[in-house]
């Protein structure tokens, strides 16, 4: 049974930063890719950042350079640093698994995790 457990979210100050952590299991983790999506009250589930499973990172234009998506094969883990947060960053975030060579394997999504940014 595959489940990705999201961690790390919470309630913070314009400019402060939060790590996301995603924690995934019943996988075979380096063969996959992982992403960051999320979606704030009312609008469509976006892409946030994505990482293959050769280390290629791509971000969403309005996080370039403030947040950085990382993994660790070794704990089945993958990150979501994100610095000089601002309001419109407020959703909730879900970690996702795509296998990296097999286009019709289903994508795996975690519970999501709620981050707000607010004075």
């Known amino acids: 049974q595959v489940q990705l457990v999201e961690s790390g979210g919470g309630l913070v100050q314009p400019g402060g930063s939060l790590r996301l952590s995603c924690a995934a299991s019943g996988i075979i983790f380096s063969r996959y890719n992982m992403g960051w999506y999320r979606q704030a009250p009312g609008k469509q589930r976006e892409l946030v950042a994505t990482i293959t499973s050769g280390g290629r990172t791509n971000y969403q234009d309005s996080v370039q350079g403030r947040f950085i998506i990382s993994r660790d094969n070794a704990k089945n883990t993958v990150y979501l640093q994100m610095n000089t947060l601002k309001p419109e960053d407020t959703a909730v975030y879900y970690c996702?698994?795509?296998?990296?060579?097999?286009?019709?394997?289903?994508?795996?999504w975690g519970q999501g995790t709620q981050v707000t940014v607010s004075s």
């Open positions: 996702n698994a795509h296998h990296a060579v097999i286009a019709t394997s289903p994508h795996y």
